[in-house]
């Protein structure tokens, strides 16, 4: 290992002095053991290392792992970004739920000391590629580590939905939207909307209805080798296609989404043996009788 990006969510940095001191640290520890050093450009003005400073997409480009202190967010941003090269993700938790992080910012120094000897292992997590589709031609992709959705805008309205798994027809749900998820996404927005909880290491897609006006549309589970195609049936304005809560385009009447299983792959980075199971009973607090 010769470099480590770190990513530092400004606001969180702001919000807690502690987090200013504990990266600093963590960095000093980095350089002073002959690593590179690059901190996001917003994230180095938070925590006065204005000097180290890179763009997020030089850090994904460059380094040889990356350490990402935020929320959950910020660590689907770093992901997706490090997906591509297939860099090791280090989730440094100062958000709210945390599910992808490793460690909390208290932890920090002894997990950089584990990061720099090597003492770590790697977790494989499933991405999903969403292909728009526009004139028979893919006018925008992108790989999602939690979900692909598409939903309306604007006004509340139901609009019809039309879903179908290998080209065959599953459903037209009239809702507010659809979410595809990932395993790992299983526990965010398709959670909220009554889909299932599965295990990260399960190979599947959930397609979960959002508010479905009937009693019989249910959550789907089907294989990580499958196809789903989504379109929207009519012309109904103001349809957008997000992903991971973060990143979208509009989608068109006549276009389609074409969603499957991703090359890429996050990695992230696991100190200790993971027990997904106990991390739901902590995150959610499912206690015992």
């Known amino acids: 290992m010769r470099t480590v990006g770190v990513v530092v969510n400004p606001e969180k940095a702001a919000q807690d002095p502690q987090v200013t001191v504990r990266v600093r640290e963590a960095v000093s520890t980095l350089l002073r053991h002959g690593l590179v050093v690059r901190v996001n450009a917003d994230g180095a003005r938070a925590v006065r290392l204005e000097e180290l400073s890179a763009t997020e997409q030089e850090l994904a480009e460059s380094s040889d792992a990356l350490v990402v202190v935020g929320g959950d967010g910020t660590i689907l941003r770093a992901a997706r970004a490090g997906a591509v090269r297939g860099v090791p993700v280090m989730g440094v938790n100062v958000g709210g739920f945390g599910f992808l992080a490793e460690v909390g910012p208290e932890e920090l120094p002894e997990a950089t000391r584990l990061l720099l000897e090597e003492r770590y292992a790697v977790e494989e997590r499933m991405m999903l590629e969403a292909r728009v589709h526009r004139g028979g031609e893919v006018a925008w992709r992108s790989i999602a580590l939690n979900d692909v959705v598409v939903t309306k805008g604007g006004y509340a309205r139901l609009m019809p939905i039309r879903a179908h798994v290998n080209e065959e027809h ?59 195609t989504v379109e929207v049936e009519e012309a109904v304005e103001d349809v957008w296609l997000t992903v991971d809560g973060q990143v979208g385009t509009p989608l068109e009447a006549g276009g389609c989404v074409e969603i499957r299983e991703a090359r890429e792959r996050t990695r992230l980075v696991r100190l200790r043996r993971p027990s997904f199971y106990d991390l739901l009973r902590r995150k959610f607090g499912w206690g015992g009788r």
């Not at 998820?181 to 290491?201: D, K, Q």
């Open 170 to 228: 599953l459903a037209t749900y009239l809702a507010d939207g659809l979410i595809v998820s990932t395993p790992t996404g299983s526990t965010a927005y398709s959670l909220s909307a009554g889909g299932p909880i599965l295990s990260p290491t399960v190979g599947a897609i959930v397609i979960t209805p959002i508010c479905p006006h009937t009693l019989n549309a249910r959550p789907v589970v089907v294989d990580a080798d499958d196809v789903v």
